[in-house]
């Protein structure tokens, strides 16, 4: 610990050292600096412009928010429409986002986003106009402080503050502009150009009635910490001077939020979302439901008790939250009476139980950047230049160790987003093949036509005006039975509707069973996360890779029990792992994907070790999450090699939509099973009647005889109970066809070669109708041996129609051998 002190000191002091070297670089002393602020701006656009845009490519933008502001501003553009989007036409059936928040300040925007009207122009344009925040910061500072590199320092803290860089994470949002035009507004305000500062304060007012609440703390703030004793003066004379400004600007935010209450009741909202729209369940722990944030604070002092418990809540997660906003700073802004706005502005957040309001990845910390920002100034602005200078050295240090440990494009956030102690969304930014082939699919809908689907693909499919996202919750039973009739009408207007069958909500699963319960839709094309559904569409479904193959490495599925392991000799390097003597059961499944109809082939890369000849495994396909099986085959050692890769096929047809398919791995416990990938094949589009490839082994039969403790049914010459039957079942329903029927049959000692050792039959209705039969004689076995000693029977036969409970039986075994089946093997060959 002395040696990591002793280094930490050093550090310290190199940097103490680097900031004197800077403090006399000349580019300080002049009017050079006024132009350097733009450096960090542009570096900090471009950089979070990437990673945003990123970011959204993969997925991870949503509805709430960025897909309604684009929709609303592209409704606006091109339909005349007043900010009109559909995401919450349940609750608002004028669709206007003016019944949510009076923001005009949208329409300011509107020039701008004409010229490339999309979701990544919004991101690009908020991460621009964020860091724009820090150029008033910067001559607001410089005013202050007198000090260009003070100034020029506070500007960088800006962009590396938490509550900034995580703010621009989250989608895009209307109080982008607070910091830029509140800090625009106290600068005028210190520098008394008049004209400049009203527009600026104007400005702000229209961004949200929040805001508003932000600009009236201020001004009050201001006006209390000035010479109220000249207002009445400053009145008779006319005199514009800042105390008459303030009483103004408090006029402004009281008619602001009196216009903005009037603007939002043009627009009625459904009486059954009230509730949903007030955000009431954000203070479901302190029992709010005002309709106005203004009534809180007299709600809090008539409720004490309630204001400590809701206080309380996640008490740990609001402290952290306070230390993200000012240590960055060192707490510099303690020592500034500006504090007391700060958290007056945050006494909403800190009271409700909704975590986004109270942690850092969310838009909300957008309303405290400028106080805090502002106290931090006042409290350096009593300091001598020397004191300045020292800590602004502190706080750039506090800085870079806050922001390596929370930015969301540092690497070292991960753990906290991982704990839930920063409002990151989790996901992996990496644009894989299946992001690709995603974006694929969304661009074979054509730009005119109708689109349901979810909140993470809605902002791709929102520059039109209809494009439909499923709801976001259920909420109560009777806004639930509302919600689905809301569905249903949804489904109904649509044309295309693409889901991501990895979600499992209760809106995704509504729509899906809608859908597969109705003719209208048929599935126009798939990938391995989402399902695009047409509208009258009837051809065949396509699957957007390459040489019609989805591969799922091991990775990528589910473990149950073994572990993954590295393994040279596979493709992907690391393989699941189930060792021998593990108990019986699904070890490795997944990956839950739809499969519309037609031909299909699954291969299993699979390979096994310290095995006999007996029961090893089943390779199972399900679907409705294991539910259902689809298809299944056995694998015994003796078809296998040991310590080799062996791909295991399994062919199946299906002829309606799947849903929440896994292949899955059933371990018997008798080998070392390992699993590299597993590769689904489309072989044809279009099926007629259902099939598969099927083994059938004693656990799908009935018998008279044993088990063994290698899985084969065996009829033993020396069993005293004689029945005409060995085995008969399964008793399933196959399609007409051809089909081929395989018996794996071992027969000790060596039989004769004219013996009879058994009578092989396929029947249908459960054994009544011989479809066909064959005797077994020795040399039968013989010349079907393999070197293992086991002997595959094959037959084909015929179906012209429909046969139900088909079996395949042994009957009339011989009273000489001992006669084993492993399994049954099942193929449709034509």
Not at 413 to 434: C, D, F, G, Q, T
Request: hydrophobic fraction near 45%; charge should be positive.
């Amino acid at each position: 610990m002395k040696k990591l002190g002793a280094r930490i000191w050093g550090s310290l002091k190199r940097f103490k050292i680097l900031g004197k070297e800077i403090a006399e670089i000349s580019i300080f002393k002049g009017r050079s600096a006024d132009v350097l602020v733009f450096i960090p701006i542009l570096a900090y656009t471009v950089i979070f412009s990437h990673y945003t845009l990123l970011k959204h490519y993969t997925f991870a933008s949503f509805a709430w928010d960025l897909g309604i502001f684009n929709q609303s501003l592209y409704t606006t553009l091109y339909y005349g429409k007043l900010l009109f989007s559909t995401a919450e036409l349940f609750m608002n059936p004028s669709g206007s986002y003016l019944a949510t928040h009076f923001s005009p300040i949208l329409f300011i925007l509107l020039p701008f986003y004409a010229i490339y009207p999309s979701a990544e122009f919004l991101l690009v344009a908020k991460s621009f106009i964020l860091a724009l925040g820090a150029l008033p910061l910067y001559f607001l500072a410089k005013e202050i402080l007198g000090n260009r590199k003070a100034a020029f320092i506070l500007s960088i803290v800006y962009l590396l503050h938490p509550g900034i860089q995580g703010s621009n994470w989250f989608d895009f949002q209307q109080q982008i502009f607070i910091p830029v035009l509140t800090f625009s507004s106290v600068f005028f305000m210190v520098k008394e150009r008049w004209k400049a500062y009203f527009a600026s304060t104007a400005l702000s007012l229209m961004i949200s009635e929040h805001t508003t609440l932000v600009i009236l703390a201020l001004s009050t703030y201001y006006l209390l910490t000035s010479n109220v004793r000249r207002i009445p003066q400053l009145f008779r004379s006319l005199k514009m001077a800042r105390e008459t400004s303030l009483v103004v600007t408090i006029l402004m935010c009281l008619f602001s939020l009196y216009l903005s209450e009037y603007v939002k009741g043009l627009f009625p909202i459904r009486s059954e979302f009230i509730e949903m729209y007030r955000a009431v369940g954000a203070y479901r722990i302190l029992g709010f439901k005002g309709e106005s944030l203004l009534y809180l604070l007299v709600y809090l002092i008539l409720n004490p008790g309630k204001a400590l418990s809701a206080l309380s809540y996640d008490y740990a997660m609001k402290i952290i939250y306070i230390v993200f906003l000012f240590a960055p700073l060192a707490f510099l802004p303690f020592g500034s009476s500006m504090t007391i706005v700060t958290f007056a502005l945050l006494l909403p957040f800190l009271v409700s139980n909704y975590s986004a309001y109270y942690k850092i990845g969310s838009h909300y910390s957008l309303y405290v950047m400028t106080p805090i920002f502002l106290a931090a100034i006042h409290a350096l602005s009593g300091r001598t230049r020397k004191d300045v200078d020292s800590t602004l050295k502190i706080i750039m240090v506090s800085s870079l160790i806050f922001i390596i440990s929370t930015s969301p494009i540092s690497p070292l956030s991960s753990p906290l987003v991982e704990a839930n102690i920063l409002w990151y969304p989790k996901s992996n930014i990496e644009v894989s093949i299946e992001v690709e082939r995603l974006h694929e699919m969304l661009g074979s809908i054509p730009k005119n036509a109708s689109v349901l689907t979810q909140n993470h693909i809605f902002p791709h499919v929102s520059s039109r005006i209809n494009a439909y996202v499923l709801p976001p919750s259920t909420g109560t039973e009777e806004q639930k039975e509302f919600l689905k009739n809301y569905v249903r009408d949804l489904i109904d207007k649509s044309d295309y509707i693409i889901l991501d069958i990895r979600l499992r909500d209760y809106w995704t699963q509504f729509a899906l069973n809608e859908i597969l319960n109705s003719e209208v839709f048929g599935p126009y094309a798939f990938t391995r996360w989402a399902i695009l559904f047409k509208k009258g569409y009837s051809g065949l479904a396509q699957m957007f890779y390459s040489s019609k193959e989805m591969v799922f490495p091991a990775e990528s599925l589910k473990l149950n029990f073994g572990k993954l392991i590295k393994d040279d000799t596979s493709r992907y390097g690391r393989v699941a792992f189930c060792s021998k003597g593990s108990k019986r059961g699904v070890f490795i499944y997944g990956p839950y994907i739809f499969l519309p109809n037609g031909v299909y082939n699954v291969t299993w890369r699979i390979k096994f070790n310290q095995h006999s000849e007996g029961y090893l495994a089943a390779l199972e396909v399900t679907e409705k999450f294991g539910d259902v099986s689809i298809a299944r085959t056995h694998i015994y050692g003796f078809d296998v090699e040991p310590n080799r890769w062996n791909n295991v096929t399994v062919s199946f047809g299906v002829n309606k939509t799947k849903t929440y398919v896994e292949f899955r791995v059933y371990s018997t416990g008798a080998a070392d099973i390992s699993v590299d990938y597993i590769v689904l094949k489309q072989i044809s589009g279009e099926m007629g009647e259902p099939f598969i490839t099927r083994t059938f082994n004693y656990k799908d039969l009935k018998f008279n005889g044993r088990v063994t403790d290698e899985g084969f049914l065996l009829r033993s010459a020396m069993d005293e109970e004689r029945a005409w039957s060995f085995w008969f079942g399964p008793y399933v329903h196959l399609s007409p066809g051809r089909y081929r029927v395989t018996f794996n049959l071992k027969v000790t000692p060596n039989p004769e070669v004219n013996g009879k050792i058994i009578r092989l039959e396929v029947t249908k209705n459960y054994g009544e109708d011989i479809v066909m039969g064959e005797d077994i004689y020795g040399r039968n076995i013989i010349e079907n041996a393999s070197g293992s000693g086991w002997s595959k029977i094959k037959f084909e036969f015929n179906l012209d129609a429909l046969a139900e409970n088909v079996e395949f039986r042994g009957v009339d075994p011989s009273e000489n051998y001992d006669i084993f089946l492993a399994y049954i093997l099942l193929e449709k060959v034509g």
